[in-house]
């Protein structure tokens, strides 16, 4: 009993050394105790880089338009292949018209009818316009018939629209191609019943070559490019359009050149964003409305520009915009910078607010806090000895 008395604090003592022993790491822990948090950071560097106004948005059909049929009845024939190319004036449908000839056939002879008709009350006006000179008949006579005589006749061009009517509904039974372009799929088949002006489209004729980019831009944006295209940043050609290039959603670039225009521009409302249009031709139908993409502006090259990721700034509020960075004293601090063009889709030039030298933190902005100390992880080393030990 008196050797396990004796053994007890000697454990104890032998375990708290070695916990001692367990945090003299001096490059993960201050002399305090504790963790010290991993943070990446670039350093701040200057470089030239070529300036780019970039753009986004979606491609739209140069004309679309929806067929409908302007009579109601049975398709009969569905003449077109969906997916192919279509002409103006070409037949897409046939409509059942042996109703629409019928109406025509009956409203021939009520024209006939109203001719015959006419021509009675025509004879007796004229006899009773020899008749009046001699007092044969008297005036109320002869205006009766004059009377019949133009009710005859008005009722002669009513039956002449009627039959022009049924003539042009029996045209519609044939529903006809209004512009050239690609048609789509056909939302009635053979033997659907369509109705006249009826909400769903029977089919939609687009035309994309050239195509359409609509693209958004903001008011001070808009500004500051027209600003550059007086000083001759921007060149436009003879159309005051502007050359650019597009981008699909997976970073490759359309091979066909596009322009972009900066007249008759309007402002929307709703997100107080300026609505652009770049045109593109588009004769092997790689572009497809509904597309989303990218449009680059070149606007030249800036000389000795501060560049930094994306990832590193951090919006304060609406308009400030700041980046966190570590100090001499590896601990935290925070810089308000002022951002110039976007360069590409992960980096931004900067202004104002940082220097060369100055180690801006990319990652665990969510974690750290100011002044608090951290290890610092040069990211651009840390790559360069990735691609090393990858070759």
Request: overall charge neutral; glycine content about 6%.
């Amino acid at each position: 009993m008196k050797n396990l008395l004796r053994t007890v604090p000697l454990c104890l003592a032998m375990l708290a050394s070695g916990l001692a022993g367990c945090g003299e790491d001096a490059n993960n822990q201050p002399q305090g105790g504790g963790f010290l948090l991993p943070v990446k950071f670039v350093p701040v560097k200057t470089q030239d880089v070529t300036v780019e106004l970039n753009l986004t948005g979606r491609t739209s059909a140069l004309m679309e338009s929806e067929v409908r049929p302007q009579v109601s009845g049975i398709i009969l024939k569905r003449l077109f292949t969906e997916g192919s190319e279509v002409k103006k004036g070409q037949q897409l449908y046939q409509i059942d018209p042996s109703t629409y000839e019928a109406s025509l056939a009956a409203a021939k002879a009520d024209l006939a009818k109203a001719e015959a008709a006419a021509y009675s009350v025509k004879v007796r006006a004229e006899r009773y316009t020899e008749l009046l000179k001699t007092k044969a008949v008297s005036q109320q006579d002869y205006d009766d018939a004059m009377a019949n005589r133009k009710s005859a006749e008005a009722q002669i061009l009513a039956a002449k629209a009627a039959v022009r009517t049924a003539e042009i509904n029996l045209a519609y039974t044939k529903v006809y191609a209004p512009i050239s372009g690609t048609v789509g799929k056909s939302a009635f088949t053979e033997g659907a019943l369509v109705t006249a002006n009826q909400p769903n489209a029977l089919c939609t004729i687009q035309q994309f070559d050239p195509i359409y980019v609509d693209v958004g831009e903001s008011v001070s944006d808009l500004l500051l490019t027209r600003k550059e295209i007086e000083a001759g940043i921007i060149h436009l050609n003879k159309d005051n359009k502007a050359e650019v290039t597009l981008v699909f959603e997976n970073g490759d670039e359309y091979s066909e050149p596009a322009t972009l225009e900066f007249t008759g521009v309007s402002v929307d409302q709703t997100t107080g964003m300026v609505n652009l249009r770049a045109t593109a031709p588009n004769k092997d139908r790689v572009l497809l409305p509904g597309m989303f993409m990218r449009v680059k502006l070149p606007k030249g090259q800036m000389k000795n520009a501060l560049v930094i990721p994306l990832v590193a700034v951090v919006r304060a509020n609406r308009s400030d915009k700041f980046v966190y960075v570590i100090d001499k004293e590896n601990k935290i601090g925070q810089k308000f910078i002022q951002l110039g063009p976007q360069i590409g889709l992960s980096s931004v030039v900067v202004n104002s607010g940082l220097e060369p030298g100055d180690r801006v933190v990319i990652a665990n902005t969510q974690k750290i806090q100011l002044g608090m100390p951290v290890t610092p992880v040069d990211s651009t080393q840390q790559d360069q000895s990735q691609e090393q030990g990858a070759k």
